[in-house]
């Protein structure tokens, strides 16, 4: 379909959601059977991955707003139908089974589902229930560097060493733009998944129906990641070579350490909805649908998420020896240029004089590491016997969202002229809360590496039993070029914390995190009236619907408040700042209201028999997302020289955008057309991420005795922003030879490009918008079907706000070109039994993004090819 393309996203390489025209999940209002269905993700977003597709009646997806189904969508109002008893009359049976295996995991995983159907009593009530069960198995690999810092440099950092009368403030300088980390990993996940249904209808009349309905869907998403890491700090590169835009394309880090990963996460996403349906048709010409749901989504019902992260390794740098580094103290009344009179000095046992070289475009390069290893001896650089604990990272999270419905909805007809009118009530309630290693001290309590690496506080060695192996990474990312290390080290993250508390130094368990805690319930009450009549312009048939919508919102969101009162270095991990208290806590509540008046017009006008003229205008809204709305500020990671906090904002508005359509079609054979459509979408009250320098509370920065100097990220309603752009498509098919085609394209262009050279703060893009084309050929005849489609995407901004960095505003995450070649083939045995086979990525591509400027690799996955078989029974 134009304008419409999948959403690709983490480690699964899923098919999580569509983009249309530019604009992701959380711009889409995903319904089904015109209810809006929960989602326990604090975004707008539905994950398509967490809802079963295998009995879907029918997907309609509206570019322009039906204000009867809702005006809350700036891209698209995409429904789902899904299977009812009176569908078809009398029994039906049918039955799928299959098996997928992914090329690099090998194993083979079954799926299934039965669908069954049945009308009785003259064909006034039917039954319908289905049960579906799908797993599939991913080993993805991927290189990644999570965020890229915005950074001054001392002028001496270009050089391999720096004196104190170097390290002068006026000396700080030279703009530009590190990696803080680089690393690598294979991440294995398990996707499991159940889906139920029954439903149940009645029509004691010609004029009455009545439907009854439950859906449910689990789904259990274990993972397996193993990988490498390595940090690096702003201040201590050396050799820094930069690039004419300030990329810093190589240097080297004194004693870099070398940290191994092993993470065990298993998330459940439970959700159901159930409804009831009822029209009744009052007179021939005046009918009333009433319907009402409610739906509930739990991330990790029973508080029973698993998220089990270990890091082990070697090296780092320890107090006194030869490199030096900042802190440094100045004497009183010292200027920017007056010297330091003593700066931190640092020696290390193992740590490397590390160091990272980019050598090209992030789309066909990965950052290329050298002088890995124990005092950079590549050969030992999986060496286990000198490995300790590091730190702990064990952050499960418990979310639960509830939505209540209610509409109904008048339709009165006679000839030419269809009026509809009605109501709907919706009530949202999300929570989250989470816990984390970071408040009880679990983090660092075990960190520091050991006695091999000179550091104290760390358990070493550690024992063999916990190593389960090694992974090459050759040939990690085929059509990559790059350096990355040569094995990843496989261990068991749950063992070590076993071997951690033998010790008696204290839980490996986190706790529970006040700052954590967010509750929004958002009450929206909406009226529409629309009105269709047709007739004729100059003898020509002229349709026009107009309609209007009007939306009232009322907003409570709430959350724990405190502020810190004391910061305090760490001694196992020489970089690292920890909260010692807090201010008592607090319960912050906010309560704000909004509503919208939104109208439509959409007029379709039939020049010829296989011509037609259409013309749209609407205004349309996307609300924040919920996680957005936090009414408090939260510390992020704390580390020297990079202090980060993020806050809400309770009082953010909607996204508003006036929308207007003019296409031509043209039916020039059976089953062949041709299209075009322009595009405008004029768009205000953008959420913007700022990110501004803050004192909180007045704590002090344990390494400069100076107010500490946090970069707060918080979100506001910031500029307007177009979007224009044109939609062409065309299918063709060859006569009766089966042969045919389908391929189209979307254009799109906006006035609010990033702007890599913005380091105000305040930077804003429109994200999303990218030019992307389809072509699917097919082929359908004598019971065979075969379809193979190729689908491209040019590079587009995915979001503002990558995982490390903000120093000069939220740092943007840009996704490159894509292509994608995907086939599938069935054949009908008989009437009744199909066999059918799907190969997904059958070019092997890739999914790679990148920051500021294409030389920035954030992430590179590789997901490999999946290949499906099965059969389908239908009686």
């Known amino acids: 379909m134009p304008g419409v393309s999948i959403q690709r996203s983490g480690s699964r390489g899923e098919a999580t959601g569509v983009t249309v025209r530019g604009f992701g999940g959380d711009f889409n209002d995903t319904q089904f059977d015109g209810r809006r269905l929960s989602t326990a993700s604090g975004g707008r977003a539905v994950d398509f991955s967490t809802i079963g597709s295998d009995f879907v009646t029918r997907l309609s997806v509206y570019k322009t707003p039906d204000v009867t189904l809702g005006s809350a969508a700036i891209g698209a109002t995409i429904d789902v139908a899904l299977p009812k008893p009176f569908d078809s009359t009398g029994t039906k049976l049918v039955a799928k089974a299959q098996a997928a295996i992914q090329d690099r995991n090998g194993n083979v995983r079954p799926s299934g589902g039965v669908l069954a159907s049945t009308t009785f009593a003259d064909d006034t009530m039917g039954i319908l229930a289905y049960a579906a069960y799908r797993r599939v198995d991913t080993t993805a690999n991927q290189v990644f560097i999570p965020g890229w810092i915005g950074n001054r440099f001392y002028e001496c950092q270009a050089q391999a060493a720096c004196a104190p009368a170097d390290l002068t403030p006026a000396k700080k300088n030279v703009l530009g733009w590190f990696p803080q980390q680089v690393g690598a990993n294979q991440v294995t996940t398990e996707d499991e998944r159940i889906d139920g249904r029954l439903a149940y209808q009645w029509r004691p009349s010609d004029t009455v129906e009545l439907t009854i309905d439950g859906t449910f869907t689990r789904q259990t998403l274990r993972t397996a990641a193993y990988g490498y890491g390595a940090w690096f700090n702003g201040d201590d590169l050396r050799n820094v070579k930069q690039d004419s835009n300030g990329t810093v394309v190589d240097f080297n880090q004194f004693g870099t350490p070398m940290d191994f990963n092993a993470g065990l ?86 740590g490397a004089n590390a160091g990272v070289t980019i050598l090209g475009s992030s789309a066909e390069f990965l950052p290329s590491v050298k ?284 996204y508003v955008a006036d929308n207007f359509d003019l296409a031509g079609e043209f039916y020039y054979g059976s089953n062949s057309y041709a299209s075009v459509n322009f595009f405008l979408k004029n768009i205000s009250n953008f959420i913007v991420g700022g990110v501004s320098t803050q004192t909180i509370n007045g704590v002090i920065d344990p390494f400069t005795n100076q107010l500490a100097q946090f970069q707060v990220n918080g979100r506001v309603n910031g500029p307007d922003g177009t979007v224009k752009g044109v939609e062409i498509a065309w299918q063709h098919v060859f006569g009766e030879t089966g042969f045919g085609f389908n391929a189209n394209a979307t254009i799109v262009d906006t006035n609010r490009d990033f702007d890599p050279s913005d380091i105000s703060g305040s930077a804003f893009a429109i994200t999303g918008l990218a030019n992307s084309a389809n072509l699917v050929g097919f082929y359908d005849k004598h019971g065979f079907e075969m379809r193979v489609a190729a689908n491209w995407r040019d590079s587009y901004l995915l979001g503002l706000g990558q995982q490390q960095g903000g120093t000069f505003g939220a740092e943007p995450v840009n996704v490159n070109r894509q292509f994608q070649v995907d086939a599938s083939a069935s054949y009908q045995v008989t009437k009744q039994f199909t066999v059918f086979g799907e190969v997904t990525n059958i070019n092997n591509s890739n999914f790679s993004t990148y920051g500021r400027y294409s030389n920035m690799p954030l992430e590179t996955f590789n997901y490999g090819r999946r290949f499906v078989f099965g059969a389908r029974f239908n009686y």
């Open 265 to 350: 996460t298993r998330n459940i996403n439970q959700t159901f909805i159930v409804g009831g349906n009822l029209k009744w048709e009052a007179t021939d010409n005046l009918s009333f649908d009433f319907d009402g749901a409610v739906s509930r989504s739990v991330l990790n019902p029973g508080r029973n998420g698993i998220v089990n992260n270990m890091n082990i390794g070697y090296g780092g740098t320890n107090p006194g020896g030869p490199f030096l580094s900042t802190p440094c103290t100045f004497p009183a009344g010292a200027t920017d240029s007056t010297p330091p009179t003593s700066c931190s000095t640092y020696g290390t046992v193992l």
């Open 371 to 654: 002088n890995f290893g124990p005092n950079g001896d590549i050969s030992r650089f999986a060496d286990k016997s000198i490995m300790g604990s590091h730190v702990i990272v064990r952050n499960p999270n418990y979310f639960t969202d509830l939505v209540k419905q209610f509409k109904f909805v008048g339709k009165w007809e006679q000839e030419d002229v269809k009026v509809h009118f009605g109501a709907r009530y919706s009530e949202d309630k999300f929570y989250q809360e989470g816990e984390n290693t970071f408040v009880n001290g679990t983090f660092f309590r075990y960190g520091g590496y050991g006695a091999p690496s000179g550091r104290t506080g760390g358990l070493s060695p550690l024992p063999a039993s916990i190593f389960q192996g090694d992974i090459s990474t050759a040939g990690f990312i085929p059509g990559y070029k790059g350096d990355v290390a040569p094995t990843i080290v496989k261990y068991d993250p749950e063992a070590v914390y076993k071997l951690l508390e033998a010790t008696g130094g204290g839980t490996t368990l986190p706790a529970f995190d006040p700052a954590s805690v967010l509750g929004v319930t958002e009450k929206t009450w909406a009226g529409f009236f629309k009105v269709t009549f047709d007739t004729d312009l100059g003898g020509m048939p002229f349709h026009v619907t107009t309609g209007v919508r009007n939306e009232y919102t009322k907003l409570t969101s709430r959350s724990i408040g405190r502020l810190p009162t004391r910061l305090i270095t760490v001694a196992t991990d020489p970089t690292l700042i920890a909260v010692d208290t807090f201010t008592p806590e607090q319960t912050i509540l906010r309560e704000t209201s909004y509503n919208y008046l939104l109208p439509s017009i959409d007029v379709k006008l039939e020049v010829t028999s296989n011509f037609v003229a259409r013309f749209d205008a609407s205004r349309t809204l996307t609300r924040p997302a919920l996680g957005d709305l936090r009414p408090t500020v939260n510390l992020g990671t704390l580390r020297r020289g990079s202090l980060a906090a993020s806050g809400g904002n309770p009082d953010l508005r909607p």
